[in-house]
């Protein structure tokens, strides 16, 4: 199981006290301005239809597009990879930057599907707040119980989005309770819906005492008329008949007298979720949502590393890579490292400090990003995502900053189960191959083993979810040129070999279980069941096995 096997390093909200620092008014102003946000669920929810229309909402683009985007309508801007388009579903998390309201905002676009969660976890950690989305007719299910996991773990503030509003089966008060029971978190509705499925009309704003009602689009590709007025004056004013309203009326009666009140501090602590209820689809209730979420979401907070939390208004810039993807915009064919920036001023041009490595070097080639598009970036803030041209040094979770050097906490890794080895179908394509394979290890996208005891040196793929696979093969072809085949293994588990040097070449494999090396040269063993792994472990004493490297 992924979560099991998950390993971070201890949790951003340790106690140790913060690095020395003289504070930057300037950082700290731009700090305040600044909102950094993932959106996070099961698969199908609709959280790339959600980030659309905050897009729209925001400005961003004049006509939302749809995940399934028929021949002449537009496509949604986050998922932009020719896979995902074909599919329907998010492979890749995406960066997009946008201005509202005089906020900086920083949103990223998840995948749901859990063989892609390496991309939502790392993503995650770039995060200061995360956008729950439930699909109302369904429920909590699995794979947004484990991400709200992490992120409470991280004390990371949720919000909660409950979509689809406009489906049958969402009963809004059953879906409180099950957030409460099965997610153990408290939740304060802050909006209320108006009618239910095809009746779904709007929202009631809890603390504005405001009912909206809304007006469909075609398609919801552009920001929905509305029309609001406070409970008392809703039917007087046209906006409900009398039925719902008093039906209205008695719902908001009932929240007032049984909830409890809604607490930012205990929100910002990870104790409370606020929740809102809409359509992502039909954009129902997405204005009122941004709103709060500008209000209620932290701007960026000191941030853990080997020295102890970094504020992040110091003068002095650091940020991390948690995302490097290769081949985003056709036009440039290269590899672009996401920094986030978590603390100081970035200017360009700027000399900082490799810290894994040591090294100095000048960035001139800095980008903001929106979905694959780029622009030139001449300076970022706390919050900020720094879109760097990688020429091949930069690795996942490295620190880049100004300064003393500061590592700040590791990514988490994961180990892989599934395995299979990748061959090249044309000889010519060779290099492409080898090219296109060694870009997309880089990137986290698929891990890379090898048989040393093997006579054709082949490339065995290690994956923590099989679509990985279909994405390295899809992507090796499209983005590469070159055709390939796979054949799976038949092992379940990976565990790196350590102990004394003179002990290493004594291990003893079953016969189902092979060893193989990975690209730092460490020995990995491959079993095909835990039983093969528990037996090993006895007949090796003197070796350890571990989940990850
Ligand atoms: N009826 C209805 N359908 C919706 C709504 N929001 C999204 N959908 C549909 O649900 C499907 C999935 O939406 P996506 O936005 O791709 O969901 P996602 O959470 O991004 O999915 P992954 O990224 O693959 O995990 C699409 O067909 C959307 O059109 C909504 O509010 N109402
Ligand atoms: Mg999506």
């Given amino acids: 199981m992924l979560t099991e096997n998950r390993v971070e390093s201890s949790s951003p909200t340790n106690a140790a006290a913060e690095i020395a620092y003289t504070p930057d008014p300037q950082v700290r102003e731009e700090v305040k301005k600044r909102r950094t946000f993932a959106i996070i669920s099961h698969p199908d929810a609709g959280k790339t239809t959600l980030t659309e229309k905050l897009l729209l909402y925001s400005g961003a683009v004049n006509v939302a597009g749809s995940v399934r985007a028929r021949k002449n309508q537009r ?9 995902e388009r074909e599919r329907g579903i998010s492979i890749t998390s995406t960066v997009l930057n946008i201005d509202y309201r005089g906020y900086k905002i920083n949103l990223l676009d998840t995948p749901g599907h859990q063989d892609f969660s390496e991309d939502t976890y790392r993503t995650l950690t770039a995060a200061d707040a995360a956008v729950m989305v439930i699909d109302a007719a369904k429920g909590i299910e699995a794979q947004t119980e484990k991400l709200f996991k992490v992120c409470a773990l991280r004390k990371i503030p949720i919000l909660t989005f409950i ?10 008060l059953k879906l409180l309770s099950e957030i409460e029971q099965v997610l153990g978190i408290h939740a304060v509705p802050l909006n209320w819906p108006i009618g239910l499925g095809h009746e779904f009309r709007g929202v009631y704003d809890r603390r504005a005492k405001k009912a909206m009602v809304f007006e469909s689009v075609a398609h919801g590709s552009q920001v929905v008329p509305t029309k609001s007025a406070s409970l008392e004056d809703a039917q007087k004013e046209g906006l409900l008949d009398a039925e719902s309203h008093a039906r209205l009326k008695d719902e908001v009666e009932l929240l007032d007298v049984a909830g409890a009140p ?8 990870g104790e409370v979720t606020p929740v809102f209820y809409g359509s992502a689809l039909t954009n129902f209730g997405i204005e009122p949502f941004f709103d709060a979420f500008l209000e209620l979401a932290p701007p960026p907070r ?7 939390p970094v504020p992040p208004d110091r003068g002095e810039f650091a940020g991390f890579i948690f995302k490097i993807q290769a081949n985003m915009d056709p036009r440039h064919r290269d590899r672009i490292a996401f920094v986030r920036v978590c603390a100081g001023r970035f200017v360009r041009e700027m000399i900082v400090t490799h810290a894994r490595t040591g090294d100095t070097m000048r960035i001139s080639r800095s980008h903001r990003l929106f979905a694959q598009n780029r622009e030139s970036m001449d300076e970022a803030y706390p919050g900020d995502i720094i879109g760097l041209v990688n ?18 906490q590791g990514l988490p890794q994961f180990s892989p189960e599934h395995f299979a080895i990748l061959s090249c179908n044309e000889t010519l394509k060779r290099k492409q191959f080898t090219k296109g394979l060694e870009q997309l290890v880089e990137e986290g996208a698929i891990q890379l083993l090898e048989n040393p005891d093997a006579l054709r040196k082949e490339p065995i793929l290690a994956a923590v979810g099989q679509l990985q696979f279909d994405v390295v093969q899809y992507r090796i072809e499209s983005e590469y040129g070159a055709k390939t085949s796979i054949q799976r293994l038949p092992y379940k ?13 004594n291990l003893i ?6 060893r193989t090396l990975d690209r730092n040269g460490k020995t990995v063993a491959l079993f095909g069941s835990q039983w093969d ?13 571990n989940v990850v490297s």
């Fill in 391 to 408: 020429p091949g040094n930069y690795r996942l979770g490295d620190t880049l900053c100004e300064g003393k050097p500061i590592n700040y």
């Fill in 533 to 545: 792994l528990d037996y090993c472990v006895k007949q090796n004493p003197k070796l350890t096995f």
């Fill in 302 to 308: 000191a941030r853990l590393s080997e020295h102890g």
């Fill in 509 to 514: 494999l079953p016969t189902n279980a092979m």
């Fill in 262 to 269: 809604f607490d930012h501090e205990t929100f910002l602590r």
């Fill in 163 to 172: 979509n689809k509003m406009d489906r049958p089966g969402g009963e809004p």
């Fill in 493 to 505: 588990l990976a565990r790196w070999v350590e102990g004394p040097k003179e002990e290493l070449p």
């Fill in 75 to 83: 496509a949604v801007t986050s998922d932009w990879m020719a896979m």
